[in-house]
């Protein structure tokens, strides 16, 4: 099976901060699975390191207030692109993202509370028909 995965639980170093989040869990999927490895934030365009972001509404906002709504958007697209041209039916995305994110995200107060909703990357796998899981949910 094609699966795509957010590059982060893959061991890229392509979180805001500049550091991984990766995950032997879903990196042992590989011995069964072809993982097709994503990071929308820096298909849209941002760098790494980046100032944290989160949904606020329809809109993404830095940590400095910067409408970074579009960039999200683009990554999202291309990332999707990517899925559908791999001919992937399976997401595998990081939990709590304000992009890869599904079913819980930060609240946009940049305080670490959690509210009930979706990154927007996993919002239009969704919508695509694409099985998103998090990493939490394998
Ligand atoms: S956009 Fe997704 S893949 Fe990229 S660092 Fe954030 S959680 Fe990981």
């Not at 170093?13 to 097709?36: F, M, P, Q, T, W």
């Amino acid at each position: 099976m094609k699966i795509v995965v957010s590059k982060c639980l893959l061991g890229e170093n392509c979180r805001y901060a500049g550091d991984n989040c990766k995950s032997e869990k879903v990196l042992s999927l590989a011995a069964e699975h072809e993982l097709i490895g994503v990071c929308p934030e820096q298909l849209g365009g941002l760098s790494t390191p980046r100032d944290p972001s989160e949904r606020v509404g329809d809109k993404v906002l830095s940590s400095k207030g910067k409408d970074v709504t579009a960039e999200y958007y683009r990554g999202a697209e291309l990332a999707l692109a990517i899925a559908k041209d791999k001919g992937a039916s399976v997401a595998i995305l990081k939990a709590k993202s304000p992009s890869c994110g599904k079913g819980l995200i930060y609240d946009g107060t940049f305080s670490g509370n959690k509210i009930p909703g979706n990154g927007v990357t996993a919002e239009l796998f969704a919508a695509n028909g694409i099985e998103v899981l998090t990493e939490d949910e394998i």
